[in-house]
């Protein structure tokens, strides 16, 4: 006679699939760095978002029905995420050229690894909760779930450039007949009168002073300017065509004075201070700047002489 095998509690796989699948449309907000916003855009992150749930949700159920072969090849299944960022990263490359104002290597390389994170993210909150449900019970585990929610978002929310820098407004002028200055660092020279003009008529300008170390370190590099000018420019929009470089945003350094500070300039076309100030604060940092060993030696050299009076 065939021996029977005990029912299977489908309860902890139930609510560790929602668990995961909320956690990755509670991070499904449309937007223009990190976030679809096309309905074919939601519709493969959905899909993506319940493959993830569920193979976070049934590793557990298959061990506990020693389907130890199935629970494998839910394991080799999660690891075709990568692709995942690899097809972002292509997808905004491809883009780069179209777009007047680049993000730049960087924070396109940042953003595919958040694609790519949320996935897996997804599939752990999904096997916690399930778990939870299985040893506690489900309002516990319930209860578990929530809690993996928060985590989840906060681990995902990262460092903005807000948290390093102080954003001050800053007065667009020319020096010298054509450079063009935002506050006390310069932008570049403008040699068309016109262009010069339009610059002093609408040009909004930005200075960013590093708090401490850390954002001296952010402002310091390259590709973290270049999402910080790729977002104010993507606020306010810029007065911008091809072929037109006098017309075209900035952030650069205070030089030749290595002070730490930086200056942006934009034309925009909607000229509100405000909303480029908020952009800029709450462009993410970068991993490619977050650790750098740079020290500024000019302001170490005023910290340390003020120590000592």
Known sequence: MPSSSAPIDWTPMIIGFIAGLVSRLWSLRSGRDHFPGYPSGYVSQVALATIAAMIGSSIL????????????????????????????????????NLILVPRGAGYIEGIAVTYEARNYLAMLVALVTSAGVQLFGALIGIAI???????????????????????????????????????????????????????????????????????????????????????????VGVQKDVGYPDQMPLCRMELPTPSGNAGLGI???????????????????????????????????????????
């Open 267 to 309: 034309l925009p076309i909607d000229r509100d201070m405000d909303r480029l100030i908020e952009a800029i604060r709450h462009t993410p940092v970068l991993e490619s700047g977050k650790w750098s060993p740079m020290r500024n030696t000019v302001k170490h050299r005023e910290k340390s002489s003020e120590s000592q009076i």
């Open 145 to 235: 779930g929530i809690l993996a929610l928060i985590v989840s978002e906060i681990m995902m929310s990262g460092p903005t450039v807000g948290e390093v820098i102080d954003v001050r407004p800053a007065k667009i002028h020319f020096e010298k007949g054509s450079l063009l200055y935002a506050g006390a660092v310069m932008l570049m020279e403008v040699g068309l009168p016109h262009t010069r003009q339009r610059w002093l008529d609408d040009g909004l300008g930005v200075e960013l002073l590093p708090k401490n170390r850390r954002g001296q370190v952010v402002l310091w590099n390259v590709a973290q300017r270049a999402a910080i000018t790729h977002s104010a420019a993507a606020a």
């Open 61 to 96: 159920t298959a061990l506990e029905g020693k389907e130890f072969t199935a629970a494998t090849f839910l394991t080799l299944a999660a690891t075709q995420f990568r692709d995942v960022r690899n097809t972002e990263r292509r997808t905004l490359e491809s883009e780069e």
